[in-house]
């Protein structure tokens, strides 16, 4: 989670851990992002010429590192958790800058999931999100979204370790993810996988 408020950024893992390690972001994402007070739901990644997620640069810190931002969830004193994906995706398009240096916005797609996870495969990224378009955002633990992971990942060595913690604290441990689009059965038309 990204939290930016009047100028400043605070990055958070799900179970409430601060990353303190990517200054360049703590300083860029209030820059880029269109909203003097905000909160995104998205994945700090590093991406390679391609514009694949490659984990291995994230955890070495060998990449220049971005955030993918997937959900709006606050804005400018407005409460968004409740309103359904549907109508959060074009808030969230509204902060993101359309060419951001750091901040970078994760387009949905409809219809033909089997094709984008096909893409998604092709290209080794680590799977796709499906979420239900008309659901609020749910902080209870109540996932209404599905994680489909791609079982020839190449860059599992390593992950699991990293993320062992958790797995053991945090029901939704499965949520991290390098390739974080939100899609409701995806359509290839409008697919960009990272």
Not at 53 to 80: C, H, K, M, T
Not at 102 to 114: A, F, H, I, P, S
Request: overall charge negative; aromatic content about 12%.
């Amino acid at each position: 989670m990204a939290y930016i408020e009047d100028g400043r950024c605070r990055l958070f893992s799900r179970n409430g851990n601060e990353f303190k390690s990517f200054p360049v972001l703590n300083l860029a994402l209030p820059l880029d992002c269109r909203a003097r007070r905000a909160v995104l739901d998205g994945e700090i990644v590093c991406l390679d010429e391609a514009g694949n997620s490659q984990f291995q640069n994230l955890l070495f810190r060998r990449g220049e590192p971005r955030y993918y931002a997937f959900d709006l969830i606050w804005r400018d004193g407005e409460d968004l958790r409740y309103l359904p994906l549907t109508e959060r995706k074009p808030l969230l398009r509204g902060v993101v800058p359309k060419q951001g240096e750091r901040l970078l916005y994760c387009d949905y797609v409809e219809e033909m999931g089997e094709r984008l996870f096909q893409l998604a495969c092709q290209r080794d990224l680590e799977g796709i999100v499906a979420k239900r378009k008309f659901d609020p955002y749910l902080l209870d633990g109540s996932a209404t979204w599905l994680k489909i992971r791609n079982p020839k990942y190449s860059q599992w060595v390593g992950r699991e370790e990293l993320f062992e913690r958790e797995r053991s604290t945090d029901r939704d441990w499965q949520g991290w993810s390098s390739c974080a689009l939100v899609c409701d059965d995806a359509s290839e038309d409008h697919a960009e996988a990272r």
